[in-house]
């Protein structure tokens, strides 16, 4: 039985349509890591390849890997545009097919930065957005961790995803874009209905508290700057976001959290 190999896949089309006109070629043979043909021609980005073994019935469009992954997702993760429209082509595709860690096309898409493929998945009515993986953690919430604008304004585009869904820490997007200091990320998220920007994670800890943490200036200014945000809510060991920036010499955060000072004459 011939078995394709990883090097054939890497874009020898001529060979590939060669060997297929052989009557002992295996396509859904797996190689050492469990990947097959198709599975490796995908994580190539090989799109001919790809449509040359798609072109016979007796390949499993949906065969995965040792980790769960299918050909798909490995498009998706190494943003081969025209691999995933080639696979989403076909019905017996499966879209929304999690590794096994719970982590579908689209977030490994979003996971890797990777716009052109996030943008193709979600002109999809049957890929679910807002689906997390096994920690809890969405799409969404990838992006915003990372500060991936291009792929949070996408996500953020479509009104089937809580913009507020916490992981399986409570942790929301915003509360982690803030701890990482994404600012621009957080002012997109501050602007979407739905989003508390005082939400405090399983520790008590708010958006707020993680910048101050962290001397996160300017994602300070933006939470400070709203109504519905407490300066002085403390977390579960009763620390405010001033004790944090305190404890982590963050002068700049200090000095937007200290209550401003105003001497006689100034008050005069």
């Not at 980790?67 to 993760?77: Q, V």
């Not at 915003?144 to 953020?156: D, F, H, I």
Request: proline content about 7%; some cysteine.
């Amino acid at each position: 039985m011939v078995h394709l190999s990883r090097g054939l896949l890497r874009g020898h089309e001529e060979v590939v349509q060669a060997l297929l006109e052989r009557n002992d070629v295996d396509l859904n043979k797996t190689d050492v890591d469990d990947r097959t043909p198709l599975l490796w021609a995908a994580y190539f980005g090989r799109e001919g390849v790809v449509a040359i073994l798609l072109g016979r019935s007796e390949v499993d469009t949906n065969a995965t890997c040792s980790e769960g992954r299918t050909p798909l997702s490995w498009a998706a993760l190494n943003g081969h545009k025209g691999v995933v429209k080639i696979l989403l082509g076909r019905d017996d595709v499966d879209p929304n097919k999690p590794d096994l860690l719970g982590r579908t096309p689209l977030w490994w898409a979003a996971f890797g930065r990777h716009e052109g493929a996030v943008k193709i998945l979600l002109g999809r009515d049957d890929v679910n957005p807002d689906k997390p993986c096994n920690d809890g953690r969405t799409p969404l919430w990838w992006a915003a961790s990372r500060g991936w604008r291009g792929v949070v304004k996408l996500l953020l585009g479509r009104n089937d995803i809580n913009p507020d869904k916490p992981d399986s820490d409570s942790e929301t997007p915003l509360l982690q874009a803030a701890s990482n200091g994404r600012s621009e990320v957080v002012e997109m998220l501050l602007k979407r209905d739905g989003v508390n920007p005082d939400k405090p994670d399983r520790s008590g800890r708010t958006p707020l508290s993680r910048a101050a943490e962290h001397g996160h200036e300017g994602v300070a200014k933006l939470l400070l700057g709203r109504s519905d945000v407490d300066p002085d809510m403390p977390d579960v060991d009763g620390h405010p976001p001033l004790w944090w920036a305190t404890e982590n010499g963050q002068a700049g955060v200090i000095a937007l959290l200290q209550p401003q000072s105003f001497s006689t004459n100034d008050a005069a």
